[in-house]
């Protein structure tokens, strides 16, 4: 979008949802990107808390949550007057962490949910294979789907690879007084210098690796700067005794990686899995689809209305529901020995792991178990690296005294710009934002683009000349 891409309602679109509907065709001619979505997302309903990301998904995939696979109801025209200048920097390929999960044995149902705006994802794979098993692919399939799409949109140009940032700071500093301390230029000062700096709000300072390992550093400046990061940088830890062995696993790659080379398979002891999410759950059908016995730990009760299966249409997600059945109807008893394939341990902690590969477990009141493993994994959600930015970003949060999360603790923002409320010009959308699905961080691209493609009109309205005396005034 912000390359000039905009999405119109199609001319014989038809919304199910009549509301939105005539509220769309009131402004027909405009781009979505033009109109006003606070507006236009009034009184929709979505499985993401921030309402633009409802509004688009509901543009891209009407009614998809009722197992609908209905058209999108926009085209996309590109109006290169509209591109707005900017780079994306990442540490890998576009895709960002669908490329860790290469090598992995786990197959996903694709949905039409996960493709972007622009290239279908059937049309993309079948023209890269023969024939499509159903609609399950693999994880390196969506990687290099995405890295394609930046190729088939001509946005290669904006993009460098291999960057890591280091540093994303706030400009309007003064040069560095005789004490080595920086001065905060004075009120007065600003306003003067201000022109200047105008489209020099932040500073950004990094490195790119190259070919032969070596480091290139870069200071870039910038008005605006979106965070685009996820969340999966720092995965979570149990801190618990013997967390470290080498048979301990705190990533889907890593444990996906021992299954598919083998370490695993035909090993009579289970895998220990600790926690009740999506990440988790892939390990559970990762294991069970290779005939690896699994011991399943989580904190929370299998009714505990919070759990994230609670929140899948069952038509969409077969397969995390199939685990989500294992972990209500095949839990452990006492007068019951572990299952052969898969047992689950409700409001089970692990309270240590041993070095002769066992661990404790223990349930909420108080009584402890002891079991072999073969190896364990740790997939108790992340945090992201927001190291960059001052306070490792915890300022930005709604609560300022804890680390950004995806669930807990994610950025405050506001909900139809993406501006976070406590930093102006800095942006954030994906998980930091709570949106773990691709079909909702959509929305949040949406929202930071009519935020600046609005800022930029209301810029050069201002960019005129009043002549007085002689003297020309911008």
């Given at each position: 979008?912000?390359?000039?891409?905009?999405?119109?309602l199609?001319?014989?679109?038809?919304?199910?949802?009549?509301?939105?509907?005539?509220k769309?065709?009131?402004?027909?001619?405009?781009?979505?990107?033009?109109?006003?979505?606070?507006?236009?997302?009034?009184?929709?309903?979505?499985?993401s808390?921030?309402?633009?990301?409802?509004?688009?998904?509901?543009?891209?995939?009407?009614?998809?949550?009722?197992?609908?696979?209905y058209?999108?109801?926009?085209?996309?025209?590109?109006?290169?007057?509209?591109y707005?200048?900017?780079?994306?920097?990442?540490?890998?390929?576009?895709?960002g962490?669908?490329?860790?999960?290469?090598?992995?044995?786990?197959?996903?149902?694709?949905?039409?949910?996960?493709?972007?705006?622009?290239?279908?994802?059937?049309d993309?794979v079948?023209?890269?294979?023969?024939?499509?098993?159903?609609?399950?692919?693999?994880?390196?399939?969506?990687?290099?789907?995405?890295?394609?799409?930046?190729?088939?949109?001509?946005?290669?140009?904006?993009?460098?690879?291999?960057?890591?940032?280091?540093?994303?700071s706030?400009?309007?500093?003064?040069?560095?007084?005789?004490?080595?301390?920086?001065r905060?230029?004075?009120?007065?000062?600003l306003?003067?210098?201000?022109?200047?700096?105008?489209?020099?709000?932040?500073?950004?300072?990094?490195?790119?690796?190259?070919?032969?390992?070596?480091?290139?550093p870069?200071?870039?400046?910038?008005?605006?700067?979106?965070?685009?990061?996820?969340?999966?940088?720092?995965?979570?830890?149990?801190?618990?005794d013997?967390?470290?062995?080498?048979?301990?696993?705190?990533?889907?790659?890593?444990?996906?990686?021992?299954?598919?080379?083998?370490?695993?398979?035909?090993?009579?002891?289970?895998?220990?899995?600790?926690?009740?999410?999506?990440?988790?759950?892939?390990?559970?059908?990762?294991?069970?689809?290779?005939?690896?016995?699994?011991?399943?730990?989580?904190?929370?009760?299998?009714?505990?209305?919070?759990?994230?299966?609670?929140?899948?249409?069952?038509?969409?997600?077969?397969?995390?529901h199939?685990?989500?059945?294992?972990?209500?109807?095949?839990?452990?008893?006492l007068?019951?020995?572990?299952?052969s394939d898969?047992?689950?341990?409700?409001?089970?902690h692990?309270?240590?792991?041993?070095?002769?590969m066992?661990?404790?477990?223990?349930?909420?009141?108080?009584?402890?178990?002891?079991?072999?493993?073969?190896?364990?994994?740790?997939?108790?959600?992340?945090?992201?690296?927001?190291?960059?930015?001052?306070?490792?970003?915890?300022?930005?949060?709604?609560?300022?005294?804890?680390?950004?999360?995806?669930?807990?603790?994610?950025?405050?923002?506001?909900?139809?710009?993406y501006?976070?409320?406590?930093?102006?010009?800095?942006?954030?959308?994906?998980?930091?934002?709570?949106?773990?699905?691709?079909?909702?961080?959509?929305?949040g691209?949406?929202?930071?683009?009519?935020?600046?493609?609005?800022?930029?009109?209301?810029?050069?309205?201002?960019?005129?000349?009043?002549?007085?005396?002689?003297?020309?005034i911008?």
């Amino acid at each position: 979008m912000l390359s000039g891409y905009r999405p119109y309602l199609s001319s014989e679109a038809i919304h199910p949802n009549t509301i939105l509907h005539s509220k769309l065709e009131e402004a027909r001619h405009l781009s979505i990107v033009d109109q006003d979505l606070e507006y236009l997302s009034e009184g929709l309903e979505g499985r993401s808390s921030n309402p633009v990301a409802v509004l688009f998904d509901a543009l891209l995939h009407p009614d998809a949550d009722f197992g609908y696979d209905y058209p999108s109801i926009l085209h996309w025209k590109l109006e290169q007057h509209h591109y707005i200048p900017h780079l994306v920097l990442g540490k890998g390929p576009p895709g960002g962490a669908w490329h860790n999960m290469e090598g992995s044995m786990l197959t996903i149902s694709f949905g039409n949910w996960m493709e972007l705006p622009g290239l279908k994802f059937k049309d993309w794979v079948s023209s890269k294979r023969r024939n499509l098993k159903g609609d399950r692919v693999m994880p390196e399939e969506i990687a290099r789907y995405y890295k394609h799409y930046v190729k088939v949109m001509g946005l290669q140009k904006n993009f460098r690879e291999n960057t890591y940032i280091t540093s994303v700071s706030r400009l309007y500093r003064d040069q560095v007084d005789n004490d080595g301390q920086d001065r905060d230029i004075s009120t007065q000062h600003l306003q003067i210098e201000k022109s200047k700096f105008t489209k020099r709000n932040w500073e950004i300072r990094g490195y790119q690796r190259i070919g032969d390992g070596s480091h290139i550093p870069f200071c870039l400046f910038a008005e605006n700067v979106a965070l685009a990061t996820g969340t999966l940088d720092s995965p979570g830890r149990l801190e618990i005794d013997g967390e470290d062995f080498p048979f301990v696993f705190h990533s889907m790659p890593e444990f996906g990686a021992a299954i598919s080379k083998g370490k695993l398979c035909g090993k009579v002891d289970p895998v220990l899995i600790v926690g009740s999410g999506l990440t988790a759950a892939d390990a559970v059908l990762c294991a069970y689809n290779n005939n690896v016995p699994v011991i399943h730990v989580f904190r929370r009760r299998v009714t505990d209305p919070s759990l994230i299966f609670k929140q899948l249409p069952k038509k969409l997600y077969p397969e995390y529901h199939k685990v989500y059945h294992m972990m209500c109807t095949q839990s452990y008893s006492l007068d019951s020995n572990l299952l052969s394939d898969y047992t689950s341990f409700p409001e089970h902690h692990v309270l240590s792991f041993k070095s002769d590969m066992k661990c404790i477990l223990q349930n909420i009141s108080g009584l402890k178990k002891i079991f072999k493993l073969s190896a364990a994994v740790v997939l108790i959600g992340s945090h992201p690296n927001l190291s960059f930015l001052k306070e490792q970003g915890c300022y930005l949060g709604h609560n300022s005294s804890q680390p950004i999360t995806c669930k807990g603790n994610p950025v405050e923002i506001d909900a139809y710009t993406y501006e976070c409320v406590k930093e102006a010009n800095l942006f954030a959308l994906g998980p930091l934002v709570g949106d773990n699905f691709v079909r909702f961080l959509k929305g949040g691209a949406l929202g930071v683009t009519r935020c600046l493609a609005t800022r930029q009109k209301k810029k050069k309205q201002h960019l005129f000349v009043e002549r007085g005396g002689g003297d020309g005034i911008a």
